[in-house]
């Protein structure tokens, strides 16, 4: 079918006000398969995207096309800034890096050591991710980045060398939860230290229509709140269940003869989880976020108010992942 002249490439394919339909949408861009696509192909499709968005369309190009396209660009490159965002930091690399590193941190769990070198892992791959989901509006220099990498990584390394050396006389399956205890508590901690210049200048904020009206503190406040929300929720079934079903399966013999497969076994199960709970996760709020003018900061308030009166109720803006 013959793509249509006026195709609105920006239209969402699914409602976004339901959780349903941002489910679909982000299954559709964090499909793990996108990452293994060349950087020349994402470039293309980028060019088909702005094509399209200009008003020219190739000739030929069917709808199914202009959809496969946006699927690339909301995939690799960055919704504020247009630039194609680093392979690791991309969503649609949460479930082949997660697995891998969530599925370690679940099997080396017993020893300090251990402990600390996945934790570090792990922290280094969440500081890469924040970074780059950001809300590129609120620039942050390098030494924000490196004081929130420090501690959040600090973060996590205190509680989980805290609660292992705590769990050691405490049912074996406590120390199995420790590794997911460590990773909420530095995504409390790890999201908000790398978007702070967010919670300290405000973040964007538009009308319906995209026109800017000034930047908000208590909007960033809400949007960072949900992306640490979403971030926990995301690791939760994999590292609180996963140790259940392995605590279980350990007590066979034939698991007991191969010791050495728990390792992979875990990063295989970790992967069917992240398949389902990377694009759920995602969705749990809108990526545009909403918020009533009546809860913004008096001074910001005021000055909608004085320049739009009644017309505008709500405003919007980037939430980031």
Not at 280 to 292: D, E, G, H, I, N
Request: hydrophobic share 45%; net charge positive; charged share 15%.
């Amino acid at each position: 079918m013959e793509a249509m002249k006026g195709f609105d490439i920006d239209a969402p394919r699914w409602d976004q006000s339901t959780f349903m339909g941002r489910l679909k949408h982000f299954f559709n861009i964090t499909d793990w398969r996108t990452v293994v696509l060349p950087d020349s192909r994402l470039d293309e499709a980028k060019v088909l995207v702005e094509s399209c968005r200009a008003g020219s369309i190739p000739p030929g190009t069917s709808e199914e096309q202009l959809h496969y396209a946006k699927k690339l660009y909301d995939s690799a490159f960055h919704p504020d800034t247009g630039d194609r965002m680093n392979l690791i930091g991309r969503m649609s690399f949460q479930v082949p890096g997660g697995m891998a590193i969530t599925g370690f941190m679940l099997q080396f769990y017993r020893t300090v050591p251990a402990v600390v070198f996945w934790q570090w892992v792990n922290q280094s791959f969440n500081a890469l991710v924040n970074y780059t989901n950001r809300n590129a509006a609120s620039p942050i220099t390098p030494k924000q980045i490196g004081v929130a990498y420090v501690t959040a990584t600090s973060t996590a390394l205190a509680t989980a060398v805290g609660l292992n050396l705590y769990t050691k006389k405490a049912p074996p399956l406590v120390a199995r939860w420790v590794p997911f205890a460590a990773v909420a508590a530095a995504n409390c901690v790890n999201i908000p230290m790398m978007r702070q210049q967010e919670i300290l200048n405000g973040i964007a904020v538009t009308d319906e229509d995209g026109n800017k009206l000034g930047h908000s503190r208590k909007a960033a406040v809400k949007g960072i709140t949900q992306v640490v929300i979403s971030r926990v929720t995301m690791a939760a079934p994999g590292m609180i269940i996963l140790p259940i079903i392995m605590q279980r399966l350990e007590k066979y013999r034939f698991m007991q003869k191969i010791t050495f497969l728990h390792g992979p076994l875990q990063v295989m199960m970790v992967g069917v989880f992240l398949i389902f709970m990377v694009p759920a996760a995602c969705s749990l709020f809108p990526q545009r976020c909403s918020m009533a003018v009546t809860k913004l900061e008096p001074e910001l308030r005021e000055s909608i108010i004085s320049q739009y009166g009644d017309r505008v109720s709500y405003i919007y803006f980037n939430k980031g992942l």
